[in-house]
Protein backbone atom coordinates (compact mmCIF):
# COMPACT_ATOMS: atom_id res chain seq x y z
CA UNK A 1 0.00 0.00 0.00
CA UNK A 2 2.49 2.38 1.42
CA UNK A 3 4.64 1.31 -2.23
CA UNK A 4 1.53 2.21 -4.59
CA UNK A 5 1.32 5.80 -2.29
CA UNK A 6 4.79 6.57 -3.16
CA UNK A 7 4.53 5.69 -7.03
CA UNK A 8 1.35 7.72 -6.58
CA UNK A 9 3.27 10.49 -5.52
CA UNK A 10 6.62 10.37 -7.57
CA UNK A 11 4.04 10.10 -10.39
CA UNK A 12 2.00 13.41 -9.56
CA UNK A 13 5.46 14.86 -9.25
CA UNK A 14 6.83 13.68 -12.52
CA UNK A 15 3.24 14.99 -14.05
CA UNK A 16 4.07 18.55 -12.04
CA UNK A 17 7.72 18.58 -12.91
CA UNK A 18 6.71 18.19 -16.94
CA UNK A 19 3.97 20.77 -16.84
CA UNK A 20 6.09 23.72 -14.98
CA UNK A 21 8.88 22.80 -17.49
CA UNK A 22 6.47 22.91 -20.79
CA UNK A 23 4.94 25.99 -19.26
CA UNK A 24 8.39 27.63 -19.08
CA UNK A 25 9.21 26.67 -22.55
CA UNK A 26 5.78 27.93 -23.58
CA UNK A 27 6.53 31.60 -21.99
CA UNK A 28 10.14 31.74 -23.43
CA UNK A 29 9.83 30.70 -27.04
CA UNK A 30 6.42 32.55 -27.63
CA UNK A 31 6.71 35.01 -25.86
CA UNK A 32 6.16 38.27 -28.17
CA UNK A 33 3.72 35.89 -30.53
CA UNK A 34 1.44 35.49 -26.89
CA UNK A 35 2.14 38.71 -26.06
CA UNK A 36 0.95 40.01 -29.84
CA UNK A 37 -2.03 37.39 -29.95
CA UNK A 38 -3.21 39.74 -26.34
CA UNK A 39 -2.96 42.39 -27.43
CA UNK A 40 -4.63 41.62 -30.78
CA UNK A 41 -7.27 39.99 -28.66
CA UNK A 42 -7.80 42.75 -26.33
CA UNK A 43 -7.91 45.71 -29.35
CA UNK A 44 -10.38 43.65 -30.80
CA UNK A 45 -12.82 43.37 -27.94
CA UNK A 46 -11.97 47.10 -26.89
CA UNK A 47 -12.80 48.15 -30.31
CA UNK A 48 -16.54 45.73 -30.19
CA UNK A 49 -17.20 47.46 -27.09
CA UNK A 50 -17.22 51.57 -28.54
CA UNK A 51 -19.00 50.69 -30.96
CA UNK A 52 -21.42 48.86 -28.90
CA UNK A 53 -21.52 51.45 -26.32
CA UNK A 54 -21.64 54.61 -28.81
CA UNK A 55 -24.34 52.01 -30.52
CA UNK A 56 -27.03 52.09 -27.41
CA UNK A 57 -26.30 56.28 -27.28
CA UNK A 58 -27.56 56.43 -30.54
CA UNK A 59 -30.41 54.17 -30.03
CA UNK A 60 -31.57 56.03 -26.86
CA UNK A 61 -31.28 59.32 -28.72
CA UNK A 62 -28.66 60.20 -26.06
CA UNK A 63 -26.50 61.46 -29.22
CA UNK A 64 -27.61 63.71 -31.71
CA UNK A 65 -25.63 65.44 -34.19
CA UNK A 66 -27.53 68.63 -33.88
CA UNK A 67 -26.91 68.21 -30.09
CA UNK A 68 -22.88 68.15 -31.02
CA UNK A 69 -23.11 70.95 -33.96
CA UNK A 70 -25.41 73.59 -34.84
CA UNK A 71 -24.99 75.97 -37.86
CA UNK A 72 -25.01 79.93 -38.35
CA UNK A 73 -27.26 81.11 -41.01
CA UNK A 74 -27.69 84.38 -43.15
CA UNK A 75 -30.85 86.17 -43.97
CA UNK A 76 -30.96 84.47 -47.27
CA UNK A 77 -30.62 80.70 -44.98
CA UNK A 78 -27.27 79.75 -46.35
CA UNK A 79 -24.92 78.28 -43.72
CA UNK A 80 -22.01 80.84 -42.78
CA UNK A 81 -20.64 78.44 -40.06
CA UNK A 82 -20.38 75.23 -38.19
CA UNK A 83 -19.62 75.27 -34.48
CA UNK A 84 -19.37 72.66 -31.89
CA UNK A 85 -21.30 72.47 -28.48
CA UNK A 86 -18.14 71.85 -26.53
CA UNK A 87 -20.36 71.04 -23.43
CA UNK A 88 -22.27 68.23 -25.19
CA UNK A 89 -19.02 67.25 -26.70
CA UNK A 90 -17.21 66.79 -23.12
CA UNK A 91 -20.85 65.05 -21.59
CA UNK A 92 -20.56 62.57 -24.36
CA UNK A 93 -16.63 61.97 -24.03
CA UNK A 94 -17.39 61.44 -20.25
CA UNK A 95 -20.35 58.83 -20.50
CA UNK A 96 -18.22 57.20 -23.22
CA UNK A 97 -15.58 56.28 -21.56
CA UNK A 98 -16.88 55.68 -18.49
CA UNK A 99 -19.07 53.06 -20.27
CA UNK A 100 -15.88 51.76 -21.82
CA UNK A 101 -13.32 51.60 -18.71
CA UNK A 102 -15.95 49.78 -16.76
CA UNK A 103 -16.86 47.16 -19.68
CA UNK A 104 -12.89 46.25 -20.51
CA UNK A 105 -12.66 45.72 -16.92
CA UNK A 106 -15.19 43.23 -17.06
CA UNK A 107 -14.09 40.84 -19.84
CA UNK A 108 -12.75 37.52 -18.77
CA UNK A 109 -11.11 35.13 -20.37
CA UNK A 110 -13.81 34.01 -22.00
CA UNK A 111 -14.17 37.36 -24.44
CA UNK A 112 -9.78 37.73 -24.32
CA UNK A 113 -8.39 34.77 -23.93
CA UNK A 114 -6.12 33.10 -26.76
CA UNK A 115 -6.70 29.49 -28.52
CA UNK A 116 -4.12 27.14 -28.37
CA UNK A 117 -5.01 26.42 -32.24
CA UNK A 118 -4.15 30.73 -32.64
CA UNK A 119 -0.65 29.95 -31.55
CA UNK A 120 0.79 26.33 -33.35
CA UNK A 121 -1.30 26.15 -36.28
CA UNK A 122 -3.02 29.75 -37.25
CA UNK A 123 -3.18 28.34 -40.91
CA UNK A 124 -5.60 25.50 -40.22
CA UNK A 125 -6.55 25.94 -36.16
CA UNK A 126 -7.40 29.83 -35.82
CA UNK A 127 -9.57 30.70 -32.88
CA UNK A 128 -9.44 26.64 -31.87
CA UNK A 129 -8.67 24.86 -28.71
CA UNK A 130 -8.46 25.55 -25.15
CA UNK A 131 -7.77 29.19 -24.21
CA UNK A 132 -4.32 30.84 -22.34
CA UNK A 133 -5.94 32.99 -19.82
CA UNK A 134 -5.78 36.74 -20.46
CA UNK A 135 -6.84 38.58 -17.43
CA UNK A 136 -7.08 42.77 -17.52
CA UNK A 137 -5.57 43.99 -14.22
CA UNK A 138 -5.68 47.74 -14.84
CA UNK A 139 -6.79 50.77 -17.05
CA UNK A 140 -4.15 53.20 -16.47
CA UNK A 141 -5.51 55.55 -18.68
CA UNK A 142 -8.31 56.17 -20.82
CA UNK A 143 -9.14 59.49 -23.08
CA UNK A 144 -11.14 60.73 -26.25
CA UNK A 145 -10.70 62.92 -29.04
CA UNK A 146 -12.87 63.81 -31.84
CA UNK A 147 -12.28 64.35 -35.54
CA UNK A 148 -14.75 66.31 -38.48
CA UNK A 149 -14.41 64.77 -41.69
CA UNK A 150 -16.38 66.90 -44.96
CA UNK A 151 -17.06 64.04 -48.06
CA UNK A 152 -18.84 64.74 -51.17
CA UNK A 153 -21.83 63.06 -51.13
CA UNK A 154 -23.54 64.28 -54.63
CA UNK A 155 -24.49 67.21 -56.71
CA UNK A 156 -24.22 69.79 -54.20
CA UNK A 157 -24.34 67.69 -50.77
CA UNK A 158 -21.39 67.12 -48.24
CA UNK A 159 -21.83 64.20 -45.95
CA UNK A 160 -20.38 65.49 -42.52
CA UNK A 161 -19.24 62.93 -39.97
CA UNK A 162 -17.89 63.52 -36.26
CA UNK A 163 -15.30 60.61 -35.51
CA UNK A 164 -14.49 59.91 -31.82
CA UNK A 165 -11.06 58.60 -31.03
CA UNK A 166 -10.91 56.26 -28.24
CA UNK A 167 -7.04 55.70 -26.50
CA UNK A 168 -6.88 53.14 -23.82
CA UNK A 169 -3.56 52.27 -21.56
CA UNK A 170 -4.30 48.76 -20.11
CA UNK A 171 -1.92 46.47 -18.06
CA UNK A 172 -3.11 42.39 -18.84
CA UNK A 173 -1.49 39.48 -16.91
CA UNK A 174 -1.18 36.60 -19.47
CA UNK A 175 1.36 33.41 -18.65
CA UNK A 176 2.52 35.08 -15.22
CA UNK A 177 3.75 38.06 -17.19
CA UNK A 178 2.49 41.47 -16.85
CA UNK A 179 1.95 43.43 -20.56
CA UNK A 180 1.35 47.03 -21.00
CA UNK A 181 0.16 48.49 -24.40
CA UNK A 182 -1.94 51.58 -25.83
CA UNK A 183 -5.48 50.74 -27.41
CA UNK A 184 -6.84 53.18 -30.16
CA UNK A 185 -10.12 52.84 -31.55
CA UNK A 186 -12.42 54.85 -33.98
CA UNK A 187 -15.85 55.18 -34.59
CA UNK A 188 -18.15 57.80 -35.94
CA UNK A 189 -20.28 59.32 -33.86
CA UNK A 190 -22.53 61.26 -35.67
CA UNK A 191 -23.52 62.03 -39.35
CA UNK A 192 -25.66 64.72 -41.63
CA UNK A 193 -25.93 65.62 -45.06
CA UNK A 194 -25.46 68.98 -45.56
CA UNK A 195 -27.28 70.82 -48.89
CA UNK A 196 -25.95 74.13 -50.16
CA UNK A 197 -22.10 74.78 -49.83
CA UNK A 198 -20.21 73.85 -46.59
CA UNK A 199 -18.82 77.41 -45.38
CA UNK A 200 -14.72 77.54 -44.83
CA UNK A 201 -15.80 78.34 -41.11
CA UNK A 202 -15.71 75.42 -38.95
CA UNK A 203 -15.64 76.68 -35.19
CA UNK A 204 -14.55 74.50 -32.31
CA UNK A 205 -15.21 76.15 -28.95
CA UNK A 206 -12.69 74.46 -26.99
CA UNK A 207 -11.74 71.00 -26.38
CA UNK A 208 -9.66 68.73 -29.19
CA UNK A 209 -11.15 68.67 -32.28
CA UNK A 210 -9.99 68.29 -35.65
CA UNK A 211 -11.14 68.54 -39.07
CA UNK A 212 -10.95 66.81 -42.41
CA UNK A 213 -11.93 67.89 -45.71
CA UNK A 214 -12.26 64.99 -48.58
CA UNK A 215 -13.08 66.10 -52.38
Do not use: C, W
Not at 17 to 25: E, G, I
Not at 62 to 73: L, N, P, S
Not at 81 to 105: G, M, Q
Not at 184 to 189: L, P, R
Request: aromatic residues 6%; charged residues 20%.
Amino acid sequence: MRRRFRSFVHFVLIILVAALVAFLMLRSRYREVIRELAETQVKNSTSDLTNDAIAKQIADGVIQYDRIVYFEKDLNGRITALKTNISEVNRLKTDILNIINDEILALDTSDIGIPLGSLFLPEFLSGKGPAIPVHILAIRNSDASFTSAFTQAGINQTLHQLNMIVSVDVSVLVLGETSSFTINSEVVVAETIIVGEVPSTFLQTGGNYESEREN
